[in-house]
């Protein structure tokens, strides 16, 4: 099995760039974000990318939706969507 390493902070900049470039009209999805990274073994780090997401969320950085708006990382069964925070929200 092929296995790929990326740092925290690739990670969290791949989150960022993404969710910046949909800007606040739309989101992205945390296994789109996983894929670019990690390529074929990305379902392997999909919990990795939203562990940090859901960081990033209690940061007021990014929200996460899974069929309803705003839900915690631990609450979404897979992948969750993605997006910008708006700080007038």
Excluded: C, Y
């Excluded at 939203?50 to 990033?56: D, E, L, M, N, Q």
């Excluded at 950085?61 to 708006?86: A, W």
């Amino acid at each position: 099995m092929k296995v790929m390493k990326k740092s925290k902070q690739e990670i969290k900049n791949k989150i960022l760039t993404f969710t910046k470039q949909k800007r606040s009209e739309k989101s992205v999805s945390s296994s789109e974000v996983t894929r670019n990274l990690f390529s074929d073994v990305w379902n392997n780090h999909l919990d990795s990318v939203k562990a940090i997401s859901g960081k990033f969320k209690n940061k007021r950085l990014v929200k996460t939706t899974q069929k309803r708006p705003d839900i915690r990382i631990d609450e979404g069964k897979g992948p969750v969507r993605l997006s910008i925070f708006k700080h007038d929200e």
